[in-house]
């Protein structure tokens, strides 16, 4: 006879349940034997004793060769050591002076309570940074700055964003709140708007920093030019006025800063992979000076890419800060 339908299923899922509880039982036993090996018939101390004349080994954590800037705290990361059950006594021979550019090495020494002895020792290098790296991200926000928030939250990064009048409310507060820089681009980004006047291109101007203003509460005068000061799209729709060249002086009659880059990402023109955008950027980053990194955070690949940017800058002694009315302007040539 044949049992219902459903009376089969419960049999065989009940089966399967057996199944399961039994290799669970066997994985349990040969893990308890394992374990058991080493101690039938011992006491626990006879376990240390076996170890005892093995020498003591201690381990850095974190870097054997690490760094500081000049100014800041060092915060050493420790040792680890481990001599089964007896006690070490852990001492550091050596200090940083965070003030002083130097190299400075920290010796540690462990010593067990039966005299065994180890150490190990850590480079501190307190270094002027190498130079400022500012992020900066266009044409948001976007359905990926969120995730790019997250990343920068997590190294304590400040970067910049030249928001336009697209996505949502909600991350230019959050840009805000989170301490970065909230900078003006464009309202439309529509190229043929914005530059066929210079009434038209104030309009526009004046929406996006209105938007900002309603969202945070503050007037934003720093701002950059859809495709820079050193684009030429704006000759196609300015009727050979030269609007470029009127504009960089107007903004500055107006009490705006405007910011160019000198580096570019190229994820608004030939790259689409976060490899690409990192090598573009990494491999430009300027020894001793200040790198203004152009990227857009509509682009999820650009945004992937950011992670390790930051780690790579870091550990190559860069410092990353955000925009302000004092910093680098990076201005390109006027071409029109
Ligand atoms: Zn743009």
Excluded at 183 to 205: I, M
Excluded at 252 to 266: K, L
Aim: a negative charge; glycine letters at 10%; hydrophobic letters at 35%.
């Amino acid at each position: 006879m044949k049992l219902p339908k459903r009376r089969r299923n419960y049999l065989r899922y009940a089966l399967v349940g057996v199944l399961v509880v039994l290799s669970l039982f066997t994985l349990g036993l040969a893990l308890a034997g394992d374990t058991n090996r080493y101690n039938i018939g011992e006491e626990p101390i006879s376990f240390c004793q076996s170890i005892k004349d093995e020498p003591l080994e201690i381990s850095l954590i974190g870097g054997a060769d690490t760094f500081v800037f000049v100014g800041q705290n060092y915060t050493d990361a420790g040792v680890e050591a481990d001599d089964g059950c007896e006690h070490i006594n852990i001492s550091v021979d050596g200090s940083v002076d965070t003030n002083t550019v130097g190299n400075y090495t920290l010796v540690y020494k462990g010593a067990t309570d039966s005299g065994k002895t180890g150490e190990i020792s850590r480079l501190v290098r307190v270094i002027n940074p190498r130079g400022t790296v500012y992020l900066t991200f266009d044409d948001g926000p976007s359905a990926y700055t969120a995730e790019l928030l997250d990343v920068l939250a997590k190294y304590g990064v400040k970067a910049t964003f030249f928001v336009t009048c697209g996505g949502d409310d909600s991350m230019i507060l959050r840009e805000y709140n989170e301490g970065h820089t909230v900078a003006l681009h464009t309202c439309s980004h529509d190229y043929s708007y914005v530059y066929s006047s210079v009434a038209n291109y104030f309009d526009d101007l004046y929406s996006v920093q209105n938007r900002v203003k309603s969202i945070t509460g503050e007037t934003v005068y720093l701002m950059r030019f859809p495709g820079g000061s050193s684009n030429m799209v704006s000759m196609n729709y300015d009727g050979g006025s030269h609007i470029m060249s009127t504009l960089v002086n107007e903004v500055g009659a107006r009490g705006f800063t405007y910011f160019d880059w000198n580096i570019s990402s190229g994820d608004a023109g030939n790259v689409f992979s976060a490899d690409a955008v990192f090598e573009n950027v990494v491999y430009a980053l300027k020894d001793g000076g200040s790198s203004v990194v152009l990227q857009h955070d509509v682009k999820d690949f650009s945004v992937a890419a950011v992670e390790r940017i930051i780690v790579f800058g870091l550990n190559n002694g860069y410092t990353f800060a955000k925009l302000d009315a004092n910093s680098f302007t990076a201005h390109h040539g006027v071409n029109n």
